[in-house]
C-alpha cells in the first residue's frame, strides 16, 4: 500500500526531528553489514545524504518511488549504487544499506505500537522496499557496464602489435580469436601499419589452440585488409596439428605465405627484402 500524503509528511517530520539519532543508529547498523570496509567518514556522508533525501521525498508527498518528489532520492540512490560497485561492493551489500533504514526508524519508533503507526510504518516500509530495490537494479547496471569495458580493455591488451623488425610488424595472437577479437585485432594491425609504414605484417597463431573454419576465415580477412593497405602478410605458426586440421576442413590460404614458426616468417621476410632492395 503506498504512502498517502499524510504518512509521507509524518515520516519526514520524524527524520527531521530525530535527523542526529536516526543517523547515528543508521550508519552503525551499515558499518556492520559492511564490515569496516568503508570509513566512518564517508559512510556517514553517505547515510547523511539519503537520509536527507529520503526526507525532501517525503516532505514532497512522495506516495511512492517513481514520484516527482523523490527525484532527488533516485539520483541519491543511483549516486550510491555507483559508487559502491566501483569499490568492489555486492549488490546485497549495497541494498541491505538502505533496507537497513526500516530497523533504524522502527526503534526509533520504540513503544508506539498503535495502529495507525503500525500501519504508516508498513506503508513506509514498502518505500524504502523500493527504493533498495531501485538500488539493486541500479547496481547490476553499473557493473554490467563496468565488466563491459573491462573486457574491452582486456581485448586489446591481448591482442598487442610488435615492431619486430624495420618494416616488419607482428601480431602474436595466444587462444580463441572470436569476431570480436578479430575485429580488435584488425583495427590495432592497419593502424599499426599506418603509424609505421611497415610493408610486411606476421600474424603468429603459435598460440591458437585450435584452428576451425571461423577462426580461418577472420585471418583470412585480416590479411586482406592488410593487403589493401600495401602490406605483405605471412602467417607463421603452423603446427602439424594445425596443419593437419586445415587440409581436413579444406581450408586454402591461396597465395599466402605459411611459416612453421614466426623466427622462419622473419628470416623470409628479411629474404624478400633482400629481393627487393629494401
Not at 570480436?180 to 583495427?187: C, F, G, L, P
Request: aromatic share 6%; proline share 3%.
Amino acid at each position: 500500500m503506498p504512502l498517502s500524503p499524510d504518512e509521507a509528511r509524518r515520516f519526514a517530520e520524524l527524520l527531521e526531528g530525530q535527523a542526529e539519532q536516526l543517523a547515528d543508529r543508521w550508519t552503525t547498523l551499515v558499518t556492520v553489514s559492511l564490515r569496516g570496509r568503508l570509513s566512518s567518514a564517508e559512510l556517514r556522508r553517505q547515510i547523511t545524504d539519503l537520509q536527507r533525501g529520503f526526507q525532501q521525498a517525503f516532505a514532497g508527498g512522495a506516495a511512492d518511488l517513481s514520484n516527482e518528489a523523490a527525484a532527488e532520492l533516485r539520483a541519491q540512490l543511483n549516486e550510491l549504487s555507483s559508487t559502491r560497485a566501483r569499490q568492489g561492493f555486492s549488490a546485497t551489500e549495497t541494498a541491505v544499506s538502505v533496507y537497513a533504514l526500516k530497523e533504524t526508524v522502527l526503534e526509533v519508533l520504540g513503544d508506539q505500537s498503535d495502529a495507525a503507526t503500525l500501519r504508516d510504518y508498513v506503508a513506509f516500509s514498502g518505500f524504502v522496499d523500493q527504493a533498495a530495490l531501485f538500488t539493486f537494479d541500479s547496481y547490476v547496471r553499473v557493473r554490467e557496464s563496468i565488466i563491459a569495458d573491462q573486457a574491452e580493455q582486456l581485448l586489446e591488451l591481448s591482442t598487442p602489435v610488435v615492431k619486430l623488425w624495420e618494416g616488419v610488424v607482428a601480431v602474436p595472437l595466444v587462444g580463441t580469436l572470436d569476431s570480436a577479437r578479430a575485429q580488435v585485432v584488425m583495427e590495432r594491425l592497419l593502424q599499426t601499419l599506418v603509424d609505421t609504414g611497415s610493408p610486411y605484417a606476421i600474424i603468429d597463431i603459435t598460440g591458437v589452440p585450435a584452428v576451425d573454419t571461423q577462426v580461418a576465415q577472420h585471418i583470412l580477412k585480416t590479411v586482406v585488409a592488410a593487403r589493401l593497405m600495401g602490406a605483405d602478410c605471412i602467417i607463421s605458426g603452423i603446427r602439424p596439428q594445425i596443419a593437419q586440421t586445415i587440409v581436413a576442413l579444406g581450408i586454402e590460404f591461396g597465395d599466402i605465405a605459411t611459416k612453421a614458426s614466426l623466427a622462419d616468417a622473419l628470416r623470409h621476410v628479411i629474404s624478400q627484402n633482400k629481393r627487393s632492395g629494401r
